[in-house]
């Protein structure tokens, strides 16, 4: 780089400070978020003629709701770890289902992700709440959410698990049967394993998109995160402060659940990784 | 002969519109090594695939071991049957087909302790055992990217192995191999052979088939052209296909 820096024409410049890239992108984050920051701060100044004013925020009210508000997070958390489990399960179920040569099993697969990715998630939350009651299903607000957000998620994640399943070679299932081992065997101990491998990054953003949309149950009334926000805010004409109270903790938990994925993905890479011999 | 050890009647097998098996018939007696060769597209491979069943013939009987199946059968019945007859046949791919999330040692046992339920302690012994015959004991803990092509190889002949079976397949074992390995490959073939394994190997290496078969299939479009003794069939030819064969690969 010297050498290099030497030969260039670049005679009366002073030397450059050079700073590494890791540490340049720190400064800048740093300043990004400052002036995120200073938009909400309140100040107000003028630079000659021109007026600077940024957000006044009720700092009040945040005081006095942030707790409440804050609430909802456990019921938030709750929501989105039941789904993810019944939308993992179901996704796998009906990738299964079509991959199968069993015509009803994998046309019924089929008909469920087309219908469910078909239409939207609020549209299908509202259906599960409030249409079919008419028919005797009642389900509680949480129910109902769980299950609208599992059912979608599930068609989602289905297309992820089918491509996963069939990313692994099919010289993988031949030396599995031709050791005698049952299609069951071979899908269970040879296959999923390693589709699973090769689906964490997917399936980990899904459950960090889920986790968001778990916002929408505020729409049927569960007191989870927004609806606690829109409980408090509402009525105050405080939406910013509410919703800001709100976003904050959605990223939170975001940043929480990439933590985890990153985590995950190393795990999974380590039989992977060309371990050293002897 | 004796009384066979894998008995191929009228086989027929096409692949949409080619016909790859002709109607073909063979038996192998026990400990006979058994070498198919031919041009590839003459079904050497398919032969080989459909003793096991990862082709499903579309005519024809299978008996390996006392274990007789039909083509074209989809019972329960005989999905378990067609299970028992490949816990009997031990395979050997091309590209190996190792599971990569399995240590040597666990791609050894798993068929054992799954499909034939063995102790767990009976299965790793026989398992080291195996890798000590493949001079590969040191490797039992590493995970197969870690071994070169000719190790993994010798590790999937003993993953085959473990499970005992009565005759073993090879399709074109050495095929992916560097130059420089299928030595240590063949190797283990052979010793294979001198212990008596009954085996069916689809190969291009003719040195191997010279050294080894007892007895060399040419295949041409489906069907057996010629078979003999490999000074018969190597050596002299009586057809003009294995003639002009065997000028291009020597």
């Known amino acids: 780089m010297a050498s290099r820096a030497s030969k260039l024409p670049t005679p009366s410049a002073p030397r450059r400070l050079r700073v590494p890239f890791r540490t340049a992108l720190l400064i800048w984050w740093c300043i990004w978020l400052a002036l995120l920051l200073f938009f909400f701060?309140?100040?107000?100044?003028?630079?000659?003629?021109?007026q600077i004013r940024t957000i006044v925020l009720n700092t009040n009210f945040i005081a006095e709701f942030w707790p409440f508000i804050s609430r909802g997070v456990l019921m938030t958390l709750q929501l989105a770890l039941v789904s993810i489990v019944c939308a993992s399960t179901l996704a796998l179920l009906a990738a299964l289902a079509r991959l199968s040569r069993v015509a009803p099993l994998n046309?019924?697969?089929?008909?469920?992700?087309?219908?469910?990715?078909?239409?939207?998630?609020?549209?299908?939350?509202?259906?599960?709440?409030?249409?079919?009651?008419?028919?005797?299903?009642?389900?509680?607000?949480?129910?109902?959410?769980?299950?609208?957000?599992?059912?979608?998620?599930?068609?989602?994640?289905?297309?992820?698990?089918?491509?996963?399943i069939q990313a692994v070679g099919r010289g993988q299932t031949e030396a599995a049967y031709a050791l005698g081992m049952t299609p069951w065997q071979t899908m269970r101990r040879i296959v999923l394993p390693q589709a699973f491998r090769i689906i964490t990054p997917d399936i980990g953003n899904q459950f960090i998109a889920m986790q968001k949309d778990t916002s929408l149950a505020s729409a049927i009334g569960l007191g989870e995160l927004m609806q606690l926000a829109r409980q408090a805010g509402n009525p105050r004409q405080a939406f910013f402060e509410a919703l800001i109270v709100a976003a904050l903790?959605?990223?939170?938990?975001?940043?929480?659940?990439?933590?985890?994925?990153?985590?995950?993905?190393?795990?999974?890479?380590?039989?992977?990784?060309?371990?050293?011999?002897? | 002969m004796a009384a066979p050890i894998v008995q191929v009647e009228h086989l027929y097998k096409r692949f949409g519109e080619l016909e790859v098996l002709k109607g073909v018939n063979l038996a192998v007696a026990p400990r006979e090594v058994l070498c198919l060769i031919g041009r590839s597209g003459s079904g050497k491979s398919t032969l080989l695939r459909c003793i096991n069943f990862l082709e499903e013939p579309d005519a024809g009987t299978i008996s390996v071991a006392g274990i007789t199946v039909p083509a074209g059968e989809r019972s329960g019945a005989h999905k378990r049957h067609l299970r028992e007859l490949r816990e009997r046949v031990g395979m050997v791919f091309q590209q190996f087909n190792l599971f990569p999330h399995k240590t040597v040692l666990e791609n050894l046992i798993e068929a054992p302790l799954v499909v034939k339920r063995q102790q767990r302690e009976s299965a790793v012994a026989l398992a080291e055992a195996l890798l000590a015959q493949v001079g590969l004991a040191d490797k039992r803990d590493v995970y197969p990217s870690t071994l070169s092509g000719g190790q993994q190889q010798r590790v999937a002949i003993a993953r085959a192995l473990a499970m005992q079976p009565q005759v073993m397949l090879f399709d074109e074992p050495t095929s992916a191999l560097d130059p420089e390995l299928t030595g240590e490959v063949l190797e283990v073939m052979k010793n294979l052979a001198r212990n008596g394994m009954t085996m069916l190997v689809v190969t291009h290496e003719m040195g191997f088939a010279r050294e080894v078969a007892d007895r060399v299939i040419f295949m041409d479009g489906g069907l057996f052209v010629e078979e003999g003794t490999p000074e018969q069939c190597l050596e002299n030819p009586r057809d003009e296909r294995t003639r002009r064969f065997l000028e291009r690969v020597l």
């Not at chain 1, 087309?114 to 949480?142: C, E, H, K, N």
Request: charged share 10%; hydrophobic share 50%; proline share 3%.
């Open chain 1, 41 to 50: 701060s309140g100040v107000q100044f003028s630079i000659g003629p021109i």
């Open chain 1, 107 to 164: 046309s019924l697969a089929g008909l469920y992700i087309s219908l469910m990715r078909g239409t939207p998630l609020f549209l299908q939350f509202l259906f599960i709440y409030a249409a079919l009651p008419r028919v005797g299903l009642i389900f509680d607000a949480f129910t109902s959410a769980a299950i609208a957000l599992s059912l979608n998620y599930g068609a989602y994640m289905s297309e992820i698990f089918r491509a996963g």
């Open chain 1, 249 to 278: 903790w959605y990223w939170l938990l975001t940043i929480v659940f990439s933590f985890g994925q990153s985590l995950l993905e190393k795990r999974m890479a380590r039989s992977d990784r060309h371990q050293e011999q002897g």
